[in-house]
């Protein structure tokens, strides 16, 4: 992972510049809202599964 700096042009802030990390090897894109995003539909997967196994 390398860091850059990427334009985000759906910030409302009007910060268009966020640091972000890319992987050299497959293009991905991180940023922490990405991150974050991730971690909330982790939570949610992780949630319908235990709701799941209990029924």
Do not use: F, P, Y
Request: proline share 0%; with cysteine.
């Amino acid at each position: 992972m390398v860091k850059e700096v990427s334009m985000d042009l759906w910030n409302s802030t009007s910060e268009l510049e966020c640091v972000t990390r890319r992987c050299v090897q497959c293009g991905d894109i991180i940023d922490a809202i990405i991150l974050r995003n991730r971690s909330i539909h982790h939570q949610t997967v992780a949630t319908q599964h235990r709701s799941a196994s209990v029924h």
